[in-house]
């Protein structure tokens, strides 16, 4: 009976210690994100807010109706997906989940602030909306 170690044929398997081809997979998403993410940390102002320049945790998570989210504690969760979105919706994602940790609802307030930011957002979201991923709805 061949050991632990040892395949059926006899190799020896051994395991490495680098990086499990999941952990670069992650790792390989959120360098595709990230830059995205460094662009919005200073909304509404070029001085830092309280909110946004503390360095928001940014977080990927497989959502089923979500590219993000923005929690009340300031935690930005982008979907993993995201990362294979054309480059106008990945920065439409990111800037609308960062213009939450100012105005955390979708009001006036809010939509008058992602359009600062991001004047074409609309077209961006309309771009998004015919990308295969996650969707809204019941």
């Not at 997979?25 to 959120?30: G, I, K, L, Q, T």
């Not at 200073?42 to 929690?71: F, I, K, N, Y």
């Amino acid at each position: 009976m061949p050991s632990a170690r040892q395949d059926r044929g006899g190799s020896d398997r051994r395991r490495t210690s680098g990086p499990s081809d999941r952990a670069v997979r992650r790792r390989r998403r959120h360098e595709r994100v990230s830059p995205r993410t460094d662009a919005c940390r200073h909304l509404g102002s070029p001085q830092s807010s309280p909110v946004v320049g503390d360095e928001p945790e940014v977080r990927l998570r497989a959502m089923r109706r979500r590219w993000g989210s923005c929690t009340r504690g300031g935690t930005i969760l982008l979907h993993p997906a995201l990362a294979r979105a054309p480059r106008p919706c990945v920065e439409y994602v990111v800037a609308h989940e960062f213009c939450h940790l100012l105005e955390f609802g979708h009001g006036r307030p809010f939509y008058r602030l992602l359009t600062t930011v991001l004047p074409d957002w609309e077209e961006r979201r309309e771009m998004l909306s015919r990308y295969p991923g996650p969707r809204l709805g019941p």
